[in-house]
């Protein structure tokens, strides 16, 4: 997840590189640490996560549960509504459709709330995080997430703009109504996909 102000977003030149979204550059090598609050440090062994709301079957999963899951992997770019963008990552965990195959969500449940460990939120559309679009992970390039990157687990939901990827996620909700999380309330784009640049409500 990452955060900004209207002032912290730069002005790059453009690459004329057809894979990078409009408004954004190339970090190259580097990944940018970028935080809404403190970084808690959270023990794989007391680390859950919940899928709850608008479903036939809450459920839990602790690490070793989480584990045994079938593994999935993205390969690909990522990018952040303060304008960079990293191509070539690779992150391990577990497919968000694993879990919602589990829990079984209601024909009405079209929104998921993400609430991470420290009380982050962020909305999103089913759609966003199903069919193979979202993940929660535990590995980049093969080592384990460190926790300034949202370690031991993260959300990733690489097509939309990085503060919807919440860093130390607990707890999906599934939802009936869109309602807006901590960057949303605050201003930011309900959806945000970096390909119309929705940055900003309005956008």
């Not at 409009?22 to 970028?34: E, F, K």
């Not at 390039?141 to 687990?153: F, N």
């Amino acid at each position: 997840m990452s955060g900004s102000t209207r002032g912290f977003l730069g002005r790059r030149p453009p690459t004329g590189n057809p894979l990078l979204p409009p408004g954004q550059y190339d970090v190259g090598d580097g990944w940018p640490v970028l935080t809404a609050e403190p970084t808690p440090r959270i023990a794989t062994d007391t680390w859950s996560i919940t899928v709850d709301g608008e479903v036939e079957q809450p459920s839990a999963w602790n690490w070793d549960e989480a584990h045994a899951l079938p593994d999935a992997e993205y390969r690909g770019a990522i990018h952040c509504v303060t304008t960079w963008s990293k191509f070539d990552t690779r992150f391990g965990g577990v497919s968000v459709d694993s879990l919602l195959d589990v829990a079984k969500p209601r024909p009405e449940g079209r929104f998921v709330m993400a609430t991470s460990s420290t009380g982050y939120t962020t909305n999103l559309r089913m759609e966003d995080v199903t069919g193979g679009k979202a993940w929660i992970v535990w590995e980049f390039d093969g080592k384990p997430l460190t926790a300034e990157h949202g370690g031991p687990v993260r959300m990733l939901v690489p097509h939309l703009y990085f503060w919807k990827s919440a860093k130390w996620i607990s707890k999906l909700t599934v939802r009936t109504e869109d309602r807006p999380g901590f960057w949303e309330q605050r201003g930011y784009h309900d959806q945000g996909d970096p390909w119309t640049q929705q940055r900003y409500q309005g956008d």
